[in-house]
Nanobody
Framework: QVQLVESGGGLVQAGGSLTLSCAAT????????MGWYRQGAEPQRELVAM???????TYADAVKGRFTISRDNAKNAVRLQMGSLTPEDTGVYYC???????????WGPGTQVTVSS
């Protein structure tokens, strides 16, 4: 079983910055993609950013140029640096990690990010 421990959420003013961190523990075997989703006012969770095991990255258009995702393979950890935050970035941010032979996606419990105007 894989556990994802997230940290770094909170309240910030528009224009500010926050950094989210996530570490995968437990039976972390064949860890491949890691990243972040978020759920704001819409019911569906949306992809924010992903990083593959080779270091390549993918970003949602809404965060390109403002967010940076990075990972530490030695620690099975991923970090999301968020800048120039707007109220539209408010939501619960979920860490994900694909593990195992079939790249099973594991989800963290979520961390709240609130951006005030």
């Amino acid at each position: 079983q894989v556990q994802l421990v997230e940290s770094g959420g909170g309240l910030v003013q528009a224009g500010g910055s926050l950094t989210l961190s996530c570490a995968a523990t437990g039976n972390v075997f064949r860890l491949s993609d890691m990243g972040w989703y978020r759920q704001g006012a819409e019911p569906q969770r949306e992809l924010v950013a992903m990083t593959q095991s080779d270091g390549s990255t993918t970003y949602a258009d809404a965060v390109k140029g403002r967010f940076t995702i990075s990972r530490d393979n030695a620690k099975n950890a991923v970090r999301l640096q968020m800048g120039s935050l707007t109220p539209e970035d408010t939501g619960v941010y979920y860490c994900v990690a694909d593990v195992g032979r079939f790249s099973t996606r594991n989800w963290g419990p979520g961390t709240q990010v609130t951006v005030s105007s």
